[in-house]
């Protein structure tokens, strides 16, 4: 199986990557206008195309830096088409009624389909982590909060005043009875990649 070639578009990725003004300003100027004239064709108005573009841009952000996002299609058809789902998983949502979805063809391969799904299934994963995060008790939470920051368990326990081998043995618990809360919910099913 030969590996696939990263696009030439990465450039905006890495420019995302590194907060470049100019690749953002690029990409507001060459992207965004057709992702609003979707969005405005389809039941929505600038301003909501707009929160749009800013939340796709930030879910790109969050995919280079936590799963090193290689793009292997170009930048155009990958942010279209995380918009256009975006968009349409609000409208799906907000339960509007008699809307008409104006479906272009996007011929662009499945890379930026494949890209588009794997980055969207990601960021609904980390979306359910955080949802069942917030059930825990405030100590679970302390505890695995400091050890997301601090990577050694005997600091960890330090930094919260209690003895290595509870911290130990609390962190196995919390991870334990996080994990139950993330597969208990009726969303994991779908979250499964």
């Known amino acids: 199986m030969s590996q696939k070639r990263i696009h030439e578009d990465q450039k905006y990725i890495e420019g995302l990557k590194q907060n470049n003004s100019f690749v953002i300003q690029s990409i507001y100027e060459k992207f965004a206008p057709k992702v609003v004239n979707y969005i405005k064709q389809n039941s929505g108005d600038e301003d909501k195309a707009k929160d749009v573009i800013q939340e796709t841009i930030m879910t790109i952000y969050n995919q280079a830096h936590e799963k090193k996002l290689q793009l292997t299609c170009p930048f155009d058809a990958y942010f279209f088409l995380l918009c256009k789902r975006r968009w349409l998983n609000y409208l799906k949502k907000s339960d509007t009624k008699g809307v008409t979805i104006n479906e272009e ?50 600091e960890v326990a330090e930094s919260i005043g209690v003895t290595y081998a509870y911290a130990r043995k609390k962190k196995s618990l919390c991870i334990g009875q996080l994990t139950k809360l993330v597969q208990a919910s009726p969303k994991y099913q779908h979250l499964k990649p």
Do not use: N, P, W, Y
């Open 105 to 154: 063809l996007l011929s662009d391969g499945d890379d930026a389909v494949a890209l588009a799904f794997e980055t969207t299934l990601h960021e609904r994963q980390h979306e359910l982590f955080e949802d069942m995060f917030q059930k825990l008790g405030q100590a679970c939470k302390d505890l695995l909060k400091a050890t997301f920051k601090i990577k050694s368990m005997e």
